[in-house]
């Protein structure tokens, strides 16, 4: 469900977002946190994993947005973070993982708006029941929007693209594995 809160979620994940040299989150990760909170202090779920990796310099999204975290009153006990995610896809994945070390089926996704289709997909695509928590800033320029719309549009096609490159490896994989084993027969 994409805007309001949902009911319940076994988890919250947080989508890293660039990070200053300061180690001060960009506007939309520092949203990003501030609405991950909320969803946490209104009960939503008992978990926050904070993702992303270090992919802006020295800092590690995932820490800094953990930090965020704990200052919007967060425990440092409830929040997991994955620290290696570099893109949407990563992020799924390795919050898969740490969404599973706690038994959690369903996950409220927090990113902006405008990035949320992609990233619902990508929870899905990995075996997560994902709903969505938007964190935009309201009143956003147009132009900005149609950017961001534009970029999203050709992340999901170097996405699809990506997917089915791994299809066709795994695939191929696959088959020479079967020939070999046929071979040693």
């Known amino acids: 469900m994409v805007g309001r809160m949902p009911l319940h979620a076994d988890a919250i994940v947080v989508l890293g ?27 939503v779920a008992p978990w926050v994993i904070a993702s992303g990796g270090r992919r802006w310099g020295a ?32 992020n799924a994945i390795f919050s898969a993982a740490l969404l599973r070390r706690v038994g959690a089926r369903r996950a409220a996704i927090v990113t902006c708006s405008w990035h949320m289709a992609r990233a619902l997909q990508n929870f899905h695509d990995v ?13 956003e320029p147009v132009v900005a929007r149609a950017w961001q ?15 089915r490159r791994r299809r066709i490896l795994s695939e191929s994989a696959a088959w020479l594995l079967d020939t070999a084993r046929q071979g040693e027969a």
């Open 59 to 90: 800092q590690v999204e995932a820490r800094v947005l953990a930090a965020e975290l704990r200052r919007a009153g967060v425990p440092a006990h409830a929040i997991l973070q994955d620290l290696w995610s570099l893109t949407t896809h990563e």
């Open 17 to 43: 977002c660039r990070v200053f040299p300061s180690g001060r989150p960009a506007a939309p990760g520092a949203r990003r946190a501030a609405r991950a909170a909320e969803a946490y202090r209104a009960g």
């Open 127 to 139: 075996g997560i029941d994902a709903c969505g928590l938007p964190a935009s800033r309201v009143g």
């Open 149 to 163: 719309r534009g970029h999203e549009v050709i992340s999901m096609w170097l996405d699809a693209r990506a997917m």
